[in-house]
T-cell receptor, first 112, second 111 residues
Framework: AQTVTQSQPEMSVQEAETVTLSCTYDTSESNYYLFWYKQPPSRQMILVIRQEAYKQQNATENRFSVNFQKAAKSFSLKISDSQLGDTAMYFCAFMKYDQFYFGTGTSLTVIP | DTAVSQTPKYLVTQMGNDKSIKCEQNLGHDTMYWYKQDSKKFLKIMFSYNNKELIINETVPNRFSPKSPDKAHLNLHINSLELGDSAVYFC??????????FGPGTRLTVT
């Protein structure tokens, strides 16, 4: 079975600084997808970034980037130039064959 | 246009009642899901439907039953509601192996 672990229940960062959220996963599969989702206080789940496991290049989306280490089964999210609107729960997710597995989430607070 | 919609957004009901939450997606996706998010924000998949066939059922009590009248809809029906059913329920859809699009969630409170 696939498992996803987020070892940081809560984190905080000063506005404009950089923060990294960690995620590790366990799988015997070689081809899969990894995601980071954001859930602000509005409760809406929003896709932040996606990574295909067969791609070595790390995905980036504006201020968001990942450090994907396939051998180590690690998929961390880096948020640069943190903004107040980044305050949210962040979920790491693993997907294979339409089955999604979510981590327990990291609550990120951006401090003005 | 809303991609994935759920109704109602809030639902307060008493123990023992039967209730339904509706979900509709206008993305043409083949697969739809229901998730339960507990008070600790943990997301647990309950069901997924692919072309009207159930393909996942993660040890969910049989009081919960998904009903899919067509590819665009996946409703969640709950019988004999219990206090522990209080949570936020999310509907989502996806196509192939791309991202899941989530609905806004339904906060269910059982009193």
């Amino acid at each position: 079975a696939q498992t996803v672990t987020q070892s940081q229940p809560e984190m905080s960062v000063q506005e404009a600084e950089t923060v990294t959220l960690s995620c590790t996963y366990d799988t015997s599969e070689s081809n899969y997808y990894l995601f980071w989702y954001k859930q602000p206080p509005s409760r809406q789940m929003i896709l932040v970034i996606r990574q295909e496991a067969y791609k070595q290049q790390n995905a980036t989306e504006n201020r968001f980037s990942v450090n994907f280490q396939k051998a180590a089964k690690s998929f961390s999210l880096k948020i640069s130039d943190s903004q107040l609107g980044d305050t949210a729960m962040y979920f790491c997710a693993f997907m294979k064959y339409d089955q999604f597995y979510f981590g327990t989430g990291t609550s990120l607070t951006v401090i003005p | 246009d809303t991609a994935v919609s759920q109704t109602p957004k809030y639902l307060v009901t008493q123990m023992g009642n039967d209730k339904s939450i509706k979900c509709e997606q206008n993305l043409g996706h083949d697969t739809m899901y229901w998730y339960k998010q507990d008070s600790k924000k943990f997301l647990k998949i309950m069901f997924s439907y692919n072309n009207k066939e159930l393909i996942i059922n993660e040890t969910v009590p049989n009081r919960f039953s998904p009903k899919s009248p067509d590819k665009a809809h996946l409703n969640l029906h709950i019988n004999s509601l219990e206090l522990g059913d209080s949570a936020v329920y999310f509907c989502a859809s996806s196509q192939d192996q791309y991202e899941q699009y989530f609905g806004p969630g339904t906060r269910l409170t059982v009193t």
